[in-house]
């Protein structure tokens, strides 16, 4: 990522050698939409749609803002 508030030339997490497993700070896809939508200036936790009569939110249930790379 870059731009739009993110801290130019960061590295966020760790994997080990073979580049397989997290061994440090993980970010699920749900916490990277989340950031995204934070820096696009929108709350990810009010997004919400109706599909066949239930409420879904973009982040599902476990989206979090990455604040470790916010400037």
């Known amino acids: 990522m870059a ?9 966020h997490g760790e994997t080990d050698e ?5 061994i440090k ?9 989340a950031t995204v939508l934070n820096q696009m200036g ?11 009569g239930r409420r879904y939110r973009l ?3 476990s989206g979090k803002v990455v604040n470790g790379i916010i400037a």
């Open 3 to 11: 731009g739009g508030g993110i801290k130019p030339g960061i590295v």
């Open 42 to 52: 929108l709350n990810h936790e009010k997004l919400i749609f109706k599909h066949l």
């Open 18 to 22: 073979m580049g397989y497993n997290i």
């Open 59 to 61: 982040t599902d249930v």
């Open 25 to 33: 700070d993980p970010v699920h896809v749900h916490d990277f939409q």
